[in-house]
């Protein structure tokens, strides 16, 4: 037996209602997605707890004082990859927060762990570690 003309009329509705629905959900999903902000707005790292490094050296200061505590940011604004380690070369056992840091590509930049120890704290680049423009010491009080 065919099936009667308005059954396959309402057939096609629902699948009308049901495609138009699960479209209406979709752009209310991108909606969603779209109108939700995209990243925090970033917070320009704090010059007193940040190293710079541009052309092959240190940009800021290559002897930083911060407090107890704190986390220092080393940013790679250079063309090259650098990697940024504590004390001695090679073993960076003298200040263990410092391999939070390491491998930073151009653009990258990454921060030690909370510096909780009162001390000094004595860097290099690890691919560098004989260039003195690179070196640098974090003095933590
Ligand atoms: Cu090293």
New binding site residues.
């Given amino acids: 037996m065919r099936p009667a003309w308005h059954q396959c009329v309402r057939l096609v509705s629902v699948c009308s209602v049901v495609v138009c629905f699960s479209g209406t959900l979709a752009m209310l999903l991108a909606g969603c997605t779209e109108t939700a902000p995209s990243s925090a707005p970033s917070v320009p790292p704090d010059p007193a707890t940040t190293v710079t490094i541009e052309r092959g050296s240190v940009a800021t200061p290559r002897t930083l004082v911060v407090p107890l505590g704190s986390q220092v940011t080393f940013v790679n604004n250079d063309r090259i990859v650098h ?1 940024m ?1 504590s004390d001695p ?2 073993e ?1 056992d003298s200040c263990p927060e410092f391999d939070a840091v390491g491998r930073l590509t151009p653009g990258e930049s990454r921060q030690t762990t909370n510096l909780v120890l009162a001390r000094t704290c004595n860097f ?1 680049d ?1 691919i560098n ?1 004989d260039i003195a423009t690179l070196n640098g010491s974090i003095r933590i009080q």
């Fill in positions: 990697e380690f070369h090679p960076h290099h690890h570690p």
